[in-house]
């Protein structure tokens, strides 16, 4: 492969990694936010534990957008670090293994919100249920 080739796959390997960093944080976010609003509509048919739920769910889905935001900012010192010293260094390649922490920590915020958005949504279809049997 040409120096030339093996630029252009680097520069297109960067290019999803950064796609892929952008959708994490949009799908923390748009989580977090999909759930403050259904929060918002159900109002006062909270019970203690749906509330729980709800901020357990919301605490995970911002934890997974810090995480988002970790990794960007762990990636711009992978990149700077790589621009500086070069590729053979050790440096840069412990930037490049830390921005992995930022990975795990968005994708499991992001299954913990689904996580608990669902034990919430269980919780909820099994109220309606019994209100619906004690109300006939």
């Known amino acids: 492969m040409t120096p030339a080739q093996q630029q252009w796959h680097w520069q297109e390997g960067n290019k999803y990694a ?3 960093m952008q959708a994490l944080l949009l799908l923390n976010g ?3 936010l999909a759930l403050l609003t259904f929060f918002g ?9 749906s509330a729980d739920a709800i901020g357990y769910a919301l605490t995970s889905f911002g934890l997974g ?3 988002s935001v970790m990794m960007f900012v762990l990636a711009y010192f992978t990149q700077l670090h790589y621009g500086n010293v ?3 260094s050790p440096q840069p390649k412990r930037w490049h293994a830390s ?3 930022g990975l795990l920590a968005a994708l499991g ?3 913990g919100g689904i996580w608990f958005a669902r034990a919430d949504r269980n919780r909820v279809r099994s109220y ?3 209100s619906v049997i004690t109300a006939s």
């Open 128 to 130: 309606n249920k019994i």
């Open 18 to 20: 950064l796609e892929c």
């Open 86 to 88: 070069g590729v053979d």
């Open 65 to 67: 957008t810090v995480g």
């Open 109 to 111: 915020g992001f299954i």
């Open 99 to 101: 921005v992995y922490i």
């Open 41 to 49: 509509n159900r109002g006062k048919m909270l019970t203690t534990a």
């Open 30 to 32: 748009g989580g977090a």
